[in-house]
């Protein structure tokens, strides 16, 4: 896989929060500039550069472009506005798979929501 110099920016930018020379006194991090999107809008594009496009993605195009999130309510935030800009074929069926991401717990029973 070739990588972009964002690609290498991006790496070392990761290196340097894990070997924490990125992060302040104050326990921040500062974001680099070419990584700020303006807007959801702007990170879906900037991802999925051409979604909209009719054309089949290869099958490799999705494991390469991920928005990773970690509430599943974000998760479904995102694919509703993915799916909004994504041109379906007509009649297309869209499948909605169901996890869990909180976990309850009274007593010893385990309630799950999702």
Do not use: T
Request: aromatic share 8%; charged share 20%.
């Amino acid at each position: 896989m070739d990588h972009s110099e964002a690609d290498n920016q991006h790496a070392q930018w990761l290196l340097e929060i894990g070997a924490r020379s990125a992060i302040d006194d104050n326990e921040m991090i500062q974001v680099p500039q070419f990584m700020v999107c303006a807007n959801l809008n702007a990170l879906i594009n900037r991802i999925y550069l051409g979604i909209g496009n009719p054309r089949p993605q290869d099958n490799q195009y999705f494991l390469h472009h991920i928005i990773l999130c970690p509430r599943n309510d974000e998760v479904h935030n995102i694919n509703e506005a993915i799916l909004q800009q994504f041109n379906l074929v007509p009649n297309a069926k869209v499948y909605i798979l169901r996890s869990v991401d909180f976990v309850f717990l009274k007593g010893f029973q385990v309630l799950l929501r999702s």
